[in-house]
């Protein structure tokens, strides 16, 4: 299995741009999570998936932030407008379900100049 | 919500040299897992525990989950440079049911001098 994919691996843009970042979760996996992580703030959950249903989305910071999950192996996060703020490293991570172990993608390292 | 303490945030050790670190909550977990991230990677589990008292190696990793269930430990035993790394534990709550997701500590920064 390739494991979790996102992409882009690295995205640098300026303050008030649309972001896109994109998720393939692992075959088989019904849970899927959104994660930032900050050396501030460590690893946060931002949102959590099960069967393409978002599930928490507590952890999203503002409106600025959405994600959908439109089928079972595409997950998307996206920020509108974005701010220097968000610069940090996205992870997507999936599991069998909430509770099991969690496996995780390389991650996303978003710029916003 | 749920918060995990995870001791200490960084720790620099001489090639050889073991290594202990733990992670505590002020509430009861019913899984413990340990992760470590290499720089520019994503976090790649290495140990998982699912009861109490119960004693897990990996090669030169050994994980316990505390009698307790609300701590948990990771040893390594004779550090090599490529221990290099930020490990995290991670725990299931077991305050609520279901779809309960993990809770992760903050990490603890692993420096190998050789």
């Known amino acids: 299995d390739a494991g979790v994919i996102q992409s882009p691996r690295h995205e640098v843009t300026e303050m008030g741009q649309e972001v896109t970042l994109r998720c393939k979760p692992i075959?088989?996996?019904?849970?899927l999570f959104w994660y930032r992580q900050t050396m501030m703030r460590g690893l946060e959950l931002l949102i959590y998936?099960?069967?393409?249903?978002?599930?928490?989305d507590s952890g999203m910071p503002e409106d600025r932030f959405s994600a959908k999950m439109p089928n079972a192996s595409f997950s998307t996060l996206k920020i509108q407008p974005s701010e220097p703020r968000d610069s940090a490293v996205y992870f997507c991570a999936s599991s069998l379900n909430a509770y099991n172990e969690q496996f995780f993608g390389p991650g996303t390292r978003l710029t916003v100049l | 919500g749920q918060q995990l303490n995870q001791s200490p945030q960084s720790m620099f050790i001489q090639e050889g040299e073991d290594v202990s670190m733990n992670c505590t909550s002020s509430s009861i977990f019913n899984t413990w897992l340990w992760y470590k991230q290499d720089p520019g990677e994503g976090p790649v589990l290495l140990i998982a525990l699912y009861k109490a008292g119960e004693l897990t190696s990996n090669g030169r990793l050994t994980a316990q989950f505390g009698i307790t269930r609300k701590d948990s430990f990771l040893n390594i035993s004779a550090s090599i440079p490529s221990d290099v790394g930020i490990y995290f534990c991670?725990?299931?709550?077991?305050?609520?049911?279901?779809?309960?997701?993990?809770?992760f500590g903050k990490g603890t920064r692993l420096s190998v001098i050789a």
């Open positions: 998936f099960n069967n393409n249903v978002p599930i928490d």
């Open positions: 991670a725990g299931r709550p077991r305050a609520n049911s279901g779809n309960t997701p993990l809770v």
């Open positions: 075959s088989g996996h019904n849970s």
